[in-house]
């Protein structure tokens, strides 16, 4: 009897191991392509967590379909938040005559951004409105929202599939923004698979027609961590103007506070 | 030169090779043309004039102690072919601050703007208004100042004392946008016997909350808007005006509420002066803005505010006591940042109007072009200032702009 229990409990306890390995890899393998394209992105912020701050200059050159350019000069400030979005602050340097001019951006998760722009020649700091994410940023092909912190909170995922890209395996990754200001759709991004990080991404107009695309290169890795491209490449396949930002002089941790990303300090910003 | 003063800014330069962070010289050159469609009150005004401004800005970044300092000169310069009053020189700026922590200290002639309107700006009393580089009220003479910045948790805190008053200074007989009379600037009349010298002060509380900006202010001292009061010369047997500078308190309160595309603005200020006694005024309104309207990129805002002043007709400082401002902003977005604002100003009681047009486009990277135009209509013979009636203009700015970066 004693016997028989122990081989019923055991044949019992068998099942249930069974069943419950069953369920545990069903869960794995039974991840909806949303559930992936979350996974995935937020494996990527993971990796990027923990910069503080990071400072570097921006060259910016807008081509039009004629090839007639025109060049910005832009100092980038980043300071992480735990909570929330990160702040921002972005310094023109050029032109010359927007010198001096600052933006100041709170970036929230969910919700809108505070922005406040500061105007040199009258010494006035403006809040100003942060449903502004579709129009171009300083008259380039790149969106004030293609400009911002990019929180995972402010898109819904979708894996799409694996795909070989320039001879790197991606995680092929479609995003649409839960804004409905945003001037996209969708975006397809191609993600490096072992360094998680965006080779190139598709964007789709309001219309769902292909309207840019943003490729990324020179990617370095930063305080052997974090990776950030020398070059970013936007094209706009409806209008033929390109957009190239060059990136230099980044510094990572150089001790930045809150409060170098207050109202007050976009007075005294450079 | 000596070749010890040669020396010497060798040195002097290699020293600041050693510590400076950050060596900047930038600014503008500009031309302007104005032309006048009805010929003035005076014999000696033109219906044409033309101008050169220079403003340079040399700044430097430095750290010592810990302490981030910085230094910035602006000097500034106008010539105009006709109103001597008009061609002026200032020291926009000339200032150093220091900053550390949560402190912040500045010394020098500054520039510091308060308030959130666009039409009118009732809180803003640090600087003189320099009418004679426009009559929008946006162009400042540099102010004596001394300033002590708290940033708390709950805001941050402005203490400021302010050393020495700048006049206005009203345009010349051949100038534009005068008065009946003459106004004579160099006989100006004080209420404080220390006149000039006369210090000034300001606290102020400064603070975001989520979507609100609030400001808080008081301010004891000279009042930037002078009385115009008649005199008579006797000799000439002609009547002039000069300004008095009378001592006034104010208190004012700056707020704005940011949601969506909305943006709601509001300034109340009450003040205290001899001759008003006690008044209060209250300006405010909204902002909306179409951000890339039919996916052009462009943005197209509309303003709308109104002012109201509780001393009504007898706000002698107020070309419209009690007015509605209306006006429309178009931002192109391209690579020339083009602009458009056009506006209207329409008093209520009387039937006075103003209307403006401002329009900008950057070319060549360095060079902006920009064009304004102001026209007035139905103003009342009973005001000081119904001559504008006869001022309506059209101006052309051609500015070419520089900046670099020396070390």
């Keep these: 009897m004693v016997v028989k229990k122990h081989y019923r409990d055991k044949k019992r306890y068998c099942q249930v191991a069974t069943i419950l390995l069953i369920l545990v890899t069903q869960t794995l393998y039974a991840l909806t392509p949303q559930e992936q394209g979350l996974e995935i992105v937020k494996e990527a912020k993971r990796r990027d967590q923990g910069f503080h701050d990071v400072v570097s200059d921006m060259e910016m050159i807008l081509r039009n379909a004629h090839g007639q350019e025109s060049r910005r000069f832009i100092r980038s400030k980043v300071l992480e938040q735990q909570d929330d979005g990160d702040k921002n602050l972005v310094i023109f340097k050029k032109p010359a005559d927007v010198k001096g001019t600052a933006l100041l951006s709170f970036t929230h998760k969910s919700g809108s951004d505070d922005q406040w722009l500061y105007l040199p020649a009258l010494k006035r700091v403006k809040r100003i409105a942060s449903r502004n994410k579709a129009g171009p940023f300083m008259g380039s092909e790149f969106a004030y929202e293609d400009m911002t912190s990019q929180e995972v909170e402010k898109y819904t995922y979708e894996y799409l599939r694996d795909e070989m890209y320039q001879g790197i395996m991606c995680f092929v990754v479609a995003r649409y923004p839960v804004d409905k200001h945003s001037g996209y759709t969708k975006q397809i991004s191609w993600i490096d698979k072992s360094r998680y990080i965006v080779l190139k991404t598709d964007f789709y107009d309001r219309k769902k027609s292909l309207l840019k695309t943003l490729t990324f290169k020179g990617y370095q890795q930063y305080l052997d961590k974090y990776w950030r491209p020398n070059e970013m490449f936007m094209k706009n396949h409806q209008t033929s103007k390109t957009t190239t930002l060059l990136w230099e002089n980044y510094q990572f941790r150089i001790g930045l506070k809150e409060r170098d990303f207050s109202k007050n300090s976009l007075k005294r910003a450079r | 030169m000596d070749i010890k003063v040669i020396l010497a800014i060798v040195s002097l330069l290699g020293l600041l090779q050693q510590y400076v962070m950050a060596i900047e010289i930038s600014g503008y050159i500009e031309g302007e043309g104005r032309y006048f469609f009805e010929q003035g009150l005076y014999s000696q005004q033109k219906d044409k004039s033309v101008s050169i401004a220079w403003q340079p800005e040399l700044y430097a970044a430095w750290e010592s102690n810990g302490i981030e300092k910085s230094m910035t000169v602006v000097p500034f310069l106008r010539w105009d072919n006709v109103d001597n009053a008009r061609s002026h020189a200032d020291i926009r700026e000339f200032k150093t601050i220091w900053a550390k922590d949560d402190w912040e200290w500045e010394a020098g002639i500054s520039k510091i703007f308060w308030g959130v309107t666009e039409a009118l700006h009732l809180v803003d009393v640090i600087n003189q208004t320099d009418i004679l580089e426009s009559i929008d009220g946006e162009e400042k003479w540099g102010q004596p100042l001394l300033r002590a910045t708290k940033i708390t948790d709950w805001g941050v805190w402005d203490l400021l004392l302010l050393p020495g008053f700048r006049e206005r200074?009203?345009?010349?007989?051949?100038?534009?946008?005068?008065?009946?009379?003459?106004?004579?600037?160099?006989?100006?009349?004080?209420?404080?016997?220390?006149?000039?010298?006369?210090?000034?002060?300001?606290?102020?509380?400064?603070?975001?909350?989520?979507?609100?900006?609030?400001?808080?202010?008081?301010?004891?001292g000279t009042r930037r808007a002078p009385r115009l009061t008649i005199n008579y010369n006797f000799l000439q047997k002609k009547a002039y005006l000069i300004p008095y500078y009378e001592q006034m308190q104010q208190w004012g309160i700056d707020l704005q509420y940011t949601q969506g595309s909305w943006l709601w603005k509001g300034e109340l200020i009450s003040q205290n002066n001899p001759t008003d006694d006690q008044y209060t005024a209250i300006t405010?309104?909204?902002?909306?803005?179409?951000?890339?309207?039919?996916?052009?990129g462009k943005d197209v805002g509309v303003l709308g505010e109104y002012l109201f002043d509780d001393r009504g007709d007898n706000a002698d400082d107020l070309l419209f006591a009690h007015h509605w401002f209306a006006g429309i902003r178009v931002a192109f977005n391209d690579a020339q940042s083009s602009e458009v604002l056009a506006g209207g100003i329409f008093d209520s009681y009387s039937a006075m109007q103003m209307y403006s047009v401002e329009a900008s486009r950057r070319f060549l990277d360095s060079w902006k072009v920009s064009i304004e135009a102001r026209f007035f209509s139905h103003i009342d013979k009973q005001t000081p200032l119904y001559t504008l009636a006869k001022d309506d203009y059209i101006e052309l700015r051609l500015a070419y702009y520089f900046s670099e970066q020396l070390n």
Aim: hydrophobic content about 35%; charged content about 20%; overall charge negative.
């Design chain 2, 169 to 220: 200074i009203f345009p010349g007989k051949a100038g534009r946008f005068s008065t009946p009379l003459v106004i004579e600037n160099e006989q100006a009349k004080y209420q404080s016997g220390a006149k000039q010298l006369h210090t000034d002060w300001a606290l102020r509380w400064s603070h975001n909350m989520n979507d609100w900006d609030i400001g808080i202010a008081y301010f004891e």
């Design chain 2, 284 to 296: 405010g309104g909204f902002e909306y803005t179409w951000y890339d309207v039919w996916q052009t």
